[in-house]
């Protein structure tokens, strides 16, 4: 029935407060937060309050959505910042940011690195914490501050680890 | 968009075991790609998702807090006392509008002559009694069904609107008192005669229907100030030191019939 419905057009439905609009947005844009979460995130518990989060979010706010850029996105940046304020709930302890602690194995990485050219041989270059702080303020779009917060550590230390990072992506690929 | 995330790339990806560069790439490319987002859809938990969507539903479906109801919730009050609160007739807005008109209006009265002033001291322990006529019973709470059958006494929802009840009209009766002619005791006189009237009404509940109990209490005081005022040719008899005390004498008897009576009101099932 909505197949042919662009996200615009069934996020303008979800506006009026038509459900079944919701329903098509969360069918379509669910399963892929759902992972990019996972990336983020190591409990499934706090990523499935996270999406549920998000799309009351959209529900309530759909009306705000600007028209500029995709709907995808949009649902990204209210993700991310929902993800945030779950962490932020939680005992530090029990969060693991699956990015900085799934890797021991730089040494492939470096290999793989290679094989995909420059810029990603250089990223993959980065140390685990260097990656995590890349990919936080330049992939998700976070500030300094929401960054930290993401990923456990003081907005200074995500800007001075982001200062490291770029001096070495610059002297990699100079 | 015509590059699309390679298969085996998407399935690594949807495992978590893609390389970092690699992922960066497929989580630029995802957002902006219907296809993509389709061939990934698949290899996620399908059952997962919709327990997922099973909650959003339940929390779309809740009904949404009124004012008065998250007022109370941020103010520390357990969710489910609130939302007895909240369904509370006299707590709504009109009713509270009503209560300080009728206040003004006394309080005006009673700037012109002495007359006023009985007038307001008479009408203001009343409105306590008229909120809780209102509190609870089958013609005005809205919740009264579910209220029999929660399992939670019908006295203590009743104390606890009534309280609810106190509280507002007394500060509204506070406020309008300011407003009396020059700061004299009388502003306060009332106070007793509510509290008096008020715990007359509910012990009386515990027998009779509620708007029955506040009715038969509310003549009774209108009759003895009526009365005191014309036999004695001293209009703010009632009101004096002899009134205040009978006043709260009359309330400690009534607190402590309404302590016995507690199981009695339980039996009937509450006030019907």
């Not at chain 1, 662009?6 to 919701?22: I, K, N, P, Q």
């Not at chain 1, 929902?82 to 693991?96: F, G, K, N, S, Y």
């Not at chain 2, 003895?224 to 002899?242: C, W």
């Not at chain 2, 009534?254 to 039996?267: K, M």
């Amino acid at each position: 029935m909505s197949a042919e419905r662009s996200d615009v057009e069934v996020l303008a439905a979800v506006a009026d407060g038509d459900r079944r609009a919701l329903r098509v947005l969360y069918d379509r844009h669910a399963p892929w937060l759902a992972l990019r979460l996972a990336r983020r995130c190591a409990d499934p518990g706090v990523v499935d309050e996270t999406i549920q989060d998000t799309f009351m979010a959209v529900w309530r706010s759909a009306g705000r959505y600007s028209g500029q850029g995709d709907v995808g996105a949009w649902i990204w940046g209210i993700a991310i910042r929902r993800l945030i304020d779950a962490l932020r709930r939680l005992p530090r302890a029990e969060v693991l940011v699956a990015e900085v602690h799934d890797r021991p194995c730089v040494e492939e990485d470096v290999l793989l690195g290679v094989e995909h050219g420059d810029l990603g041989g250089a990223l993959s270059r980065l140390s685990p914490e260097l990656r995590a702080v890349v990919q936080a303020t330049v992939l998700d779009g976070l500030t300094s501050r929401e960054a930290g917060r993401l990923l456990g550590i003081p907005a200074g230390t995500v800007k001075t680890r982001m200062m490291r990072a770029r001096a070495q992506l610059r002297e990699e690929l100079a | 968009m015509t590059w699309h995330v390679r298969p085996d790339l998407l399935e690594r990806y949807a495992r978590g075991d893609a390389e970092a560069t690699q992922a960066y790439s497929v989580e630029a490319h995802l957002p902006s790609c219907e296809h993509c987002r389709g061939q990934i859809a698949a290899l996620v938990d399908a059952g997962r998702l919709e327990r997922v969507w099973d909650d959003i539903e339940e929390h779309l479906d809740a009904p949404r807090r009124g004012p008065v109801e998250a007022g109370l919730i941020r103010v520390g009050v357990p969710d489910h006392v609130a939302r007895l609160l909240g369904a509370t007739p006299a707590l709504r807005l009109s009713w509270l509008l009503a209560c300080a008109l009728v206040l003004v209006f006394a309080a005006w009265g009673a700037s012109r002559r002495t007359e006023g002033l009985v007038v307001f001291l008479a009408l203001a322990p009343l409105l306590p009694i008229a909120g809780i006529a209102a509190a609870y019973g089958p013609d005005l709470d809205p919740t009264y069904e579910i209220g029999l059958a929660a399992p939670m006494h019908s006295l203590r929802l009743l104390l606890i609107r009534a309280l609810a009840v106190l509280v507002t009209t007394t500060a509204t009766t506070a406020v309008a008192s300011l407003a009396l002619p020059g700061l004299h005791w009388s502003a306060a006189a009332w106070l007793a005669p509510s509290l008096g009237l008020t715990l007359t009404s509910l012990a009386l509940a515990t027998r009779l229907a509620a708007p029955a109990a506040c009715g038969s209490v509310a003549v009774v005081w209108l009759l003895s100030v009526a009365i005191g005022g014309r036999v004695t040719d001293e209009p703010l008899l009632v009101f004096g030191l002899a009134g205040q005390l009978t006043c709260m004498l009359v309330a400690a008897i009534a607190a402590a019939v309404l302590a016995r009576n507690t199981d009695s009101f339980e039996r009937r099932g509450g006030i019907a």
